[in-house]
């Protein structure tokens, strides 16, 4: 295993010598005096990064803190804003969650940093994401989650299933499905509990759900693409072609694995979870391919999660901050590194055209019987709608969500209702919370 | 003038200036902890409950005194009555069966005699040791919809499964867990207050008669009733407390923000960052709690004078 690995690493040296002039690497500001940086950040072996960009710059040093990611980073970071003391320097949050932080006024704008002449060199619509008004910059972006369809080749096969190009091919394969597996097989599953899932399939069809809008905002949750998405889908659920199983929870990971489900829609870090939480079930079973399109021919996608790191306003040191944040999510070694100890899908342009990401002997690849699946999630990249925004009270529209699709699947709501609830609470817990919203 | 030979009035006189400042001096660790971990987080969230976010176009919101606003606006939050409301009924339920198998345990274990009685006080006891976020996870295993070994056996049974993460049922789902884990505290406790009861007053018992059933109900409930009163107290707090269990079972399925008050208030402050909100409802937890265990104790009092 270790040989592997260090061939890995021999092979990755000695393409870096010769790509090196066509990847663009990030103009980095020079850095004086001995600076101590502290990162909260989930992404696994960062650390192992860090090391790479002491080398830059000798004069700092960097420690990395692994909260554990999602709430728990979340938590801690609001707490700490909130008590003013306790940040770490540089710390990674998800793009979703960006707006609510900004709006803390906890995280320093970049600008001041040269952060703006870094736009180019990331995927056109992670920029919105960090800077939302267009101007100040509140983050680097590092890791996007383009949408493809993962599904069951060895299913697929057995009872002759195309692979669909349209969701209207992918209603018709699923009642096929159903029929030919007595109901026993499910064509795909709902994340009931996880809004940005069925915001990413949306987003595919050019919904908006946020908007700013002179002083305020406009929020439109029950938007037509989210009206057309969730009544495509409570339709498959209702015929019981689709399950609706938590993200993440064993009971997911368990029917994936026995072949009880044989499609799904995931984000480009989905794969490397496949592997780590199936391992040998299902093996080399599973494959990739684009999102099913609204119109035939098309080449849309949404956006799943994905993270960036931004810089808080408690950091002594924001300018070498910057250049980490900055190096962290841009730099040839550092993209290369993160995606593979840590699974992150480069929102870096050049990144998304390194060899790594295709190499055969990683274990998403692997798992996904040796297909170069990065091709598919590099072409969804570009494929995702630029112009969407989050709003800085969507961790309450999140939740909010579960609520109201949990009356749906009770069959308490139509989709249509639960839509205009979902749009109707959160705009109240909205403006309760002071926000102009319309 | 007798009385100064016999004892000198100077030492007498600094041993009193002595006695009046000592007691303090102990003290003083227990009331700088008092005040540093108990007042000042109190008297910190009172504060907090007073303000209210404010916002004008984009960027940071203000914080602004308003008074009792967020009092105001927990009495008007049905989200919030409504975790009120979900936990009285919770208590309601679970307190009794959770006690009366304490009860019905700790009599049982008492009249058992020797090695057994260790080996089931243990086991009863067993529970407690989890930590409730541990017995959560090990609960929201056995309930998964489709990994549960019960609704496996359901279904070898040929019986239809039941979804024991349903929104509707995880009420009932986190009143299991708790009634596992609580009751054999709760009966380690009754059962060392039946410990203490002196055996004469069994004999004087049996010479009067009283045996199996009768010796139970007329004499060993009666002694308990302090215990059982000091342990419902203890329930009631413990369950306006109910949090880690609901929050583990939530990646699980869909569990409502506002299961339980508590859970509602961390996810106002944390997620929401609504600090002042969630404030003002932790006080108004704390004064329901307050107002439950004292109506209860009176009810009880009132009972025991009968």
Sequence with gaps: MKNVKLLVLIGLLSSSVTAQSSYQEPKLPKVSGNVNLTVWSWVPNLDKTVKEFEKIYPNIKVKVENLGGGPATYTKLQTALKAGSGAPDVVQIEYGYLPSFIDTGGLADLTKYGANEARNLFVPWTWGQVSPDGKSVYAIPQDTGPFAMVYRKDIFDKYKIAVPKTWNEYAKAAEQLSKASGGKVKMGNFYSTFSPWFIALAWQDGGQFFKRSGDGWVQTLDNSSAKKVLNYWNGLIKKGYVSTVPAFSADYWNAAGAGQIATNFEAAWGPGGYASSMKTKSAGQWRVASLPQWKAGASASGNWGGSSMAVTTQSKNPQAAAAFALWLNSSRTAVETNFKGGGLFPAAKAGLKLPALSDKTSPPIKFFGGQDINAVYAKASEGVNVNFQWAPWFPAVDANFNKQIDAMLKGKLTPDQALAAWQKESLDAARKDGYTVR | ?306
Excluded: C, H
């Design chain 2, 1 to 306: 003038m007798s009385q100064g030979t016999l004892s000198p009035p100077r030492p007498r006189r600094s041993r009193r200036a002595v006695s009046s400042t000592t007691p303090w001096l102990f003290l003083a660790p227990f009331l700088l902890a008092f005040a540093v971990f108990y007042l000042a987080p109190v008297l910190y969230a009172v504060y907090l409950s007073l303000f209210i976010k404010k916002r004008v176009g984009f960027g940071p919101a203000k914080e602004v005194f308003a008074w009792f606003e967020q009092y105001s606006r927990a009495l008007q939050d049905t989200a919030f009555l409504q975790s009120l409301g979900n936990i009285a009924l919770f208590g309601l339920v679970q307190i009794p069966i959770m006690l009366g198998i304490a009860v019905a345990l700790a009599i049982v274990l008492d009249s058992v005699k020797g090695r057994a009685q260790r080996f089931f006080r243990t086991v009863f006891y067993l529970p407690y040791t989890i930590p409730a976020v541990v017995a959560g996870l090990l609960w929201g295993y056995l309930y998964s919809p489709n990994l549960s070994p019960i609704n496996q056996t359901l279904k070898a049974v040929g019986s239809g499964t039941v979804d024991m993460l349903s929104s509707t049922v995880v009420l009932w789902s986190v009143a299991n867990i708790v009634t596992w884990t609580w009751t054999g505290y709760n009966m380690i406790t009754l059962y060392a207050s039946l410990q203490n009861v002196p055996t004469d007053i069994y004999e004087a018992a049996k010479i009067d008669g009283a045996d199996g059933w009768n010796l139970t109900r007329y004499i060993k409930l009666p002694l308990l009733r302090p215990t059982i009163i000091l342990t419902f107290i203890f329930s009631i707090i413990g369950t306006m407390q109910v949090f880690s269990e609901p929050f583990v079972l939530r990646p699980l399925g869909y569990v409502p923000d506002n299961l339980t008050p508590n859970t509602y208030i961390y996810l106002a402050a944390s997620r929401d960052a609504q600090y002042g909100y969630a404030a003002a409802m932790a006080i108004l937890i704390a004064l329901v709690t307050f107002l439950f265990s004292t109506v209860f104790l009176r009810f009880a009092r009132l009972g025991g004078d009968r």
